[in-house]
């Protein structure tokens, strides 16, 4: 079964710093794209960053120049570190990958999402 399990969430003032972490279980065998999204209540799920197998990435607006993502193939993980925080930054955050499986023999494509982290900045 294919699951995403992620870390590194909490409570941070504005300007500091947190890295998150997903990583990805199963019987994987290619990981095309993992990303990162977040929701805050009353509002739609929105794209943060995403990163493909080979390295190159995506970044919201409001994210770039203070949000890095990467991703380590070999253990099936992907990071983001978020810098220079804001009090809107405040969310749930989501990883999401688009995984190629064999859990049941034969090659399976999944839309893999998450349990949801809370990352917070105060003011």
């Known amino acids: 079964q294919v699951q995403l399990v992620e870390s590194g969430g909490g409570l941070v003032q504005a300007g500091g710093s947190l890295r998150l972490s997903c990583a990805a279980s199963?019987?994987?065998?290619?990981?095309?794209?993992m990303g990162w999204y977040r929701q805050v209540p009353g509002k739609q799920r929105e794209l943060v960053a995403k990163i493909m197998e080979r390295g190159s990435t995506n970044y919201a607006d409001s994210v770039k120049g203070r949000f890095t993502i990467s991703r380590d193939n070999a253990n099936n993980t992907v990071y983001l570190q978020m810098d220079s925080l804001k009090p809107e930054d405040t969310a749930v955050y989501y990883c999401?990958?688009?995984?190629?499986?064999?859990?049941?023999?034969?090659?399976?494509?999944?839309?893999?999402w998450g349990q949801g982290t809370q990352v917070t900045v105060s003011s």
């Open positions: 199963g019987i994987i065998l290619k990981i095309n794209m």
């Open positions: 999401n990958a688009d995984i190629l499986s064999a859990e049941r023999g034969y090659a399976t494509g999944h839309d893999a």
